[in-house]
């Protein structure tokens, strides 16, 4: 009874900038922390970045200085700025969301769809 839509991935030599955006839509209630993850081919899926509902962030080192995550909370959605991107960072990125449904007192987490990332050199 939760969705997450993800959208914004594509192919971008290395320096350019991409903007992820991932809105959560259904029975909700409250929404707590959202985050986005990654995963390359042939490695495990990793945090990129986080943000709680009052605002605090946290990113992976090797993300940190370039990435941004914000959420619009009127919107139930969550944003990732990508800015000086390297090949490394090619990958499946994958929404996040600590949901609290409509008539639930504990929070699930909920994932979105994935979208492509693809940086050439």
């Known amino acids: 009874q939760v969705q997450l839509v993800e959208s914004g991935g594509g192919l971008v030599h290395t320096g350019g900038s991409l903007r992820l955006s991932c809105a959560a839509s259904?029975?909700?209630?409250?929404?707590?922390?959202m985050g986005w993850y990654r995963q390359a081919p042939g490695k495990q899926r990793e945090l990129v970045a986080q943000i709680s509902s009052g605002g605090t962030t946290n990113y992976a080192d090797s993300v940190n200085g370039r990435f941004t995550i914000s959420r619009d909370n009127p919107k139930n959605t969550v944003n990732l700025q990508m800015n000086s991107l390297k090949p490394e960072d090619t990958a499946v990125y994958y929404c996040n969301t600590e949901v609290i449904p409509v008539g639930s007192w504990s929070w699930r987490a909920y994932w979105g769809q994935g979208t492509q990332v693809t940086v050439s050199s």
């Open positions: 259904g029975s909700i209630r409250v929404i707590l922390d």
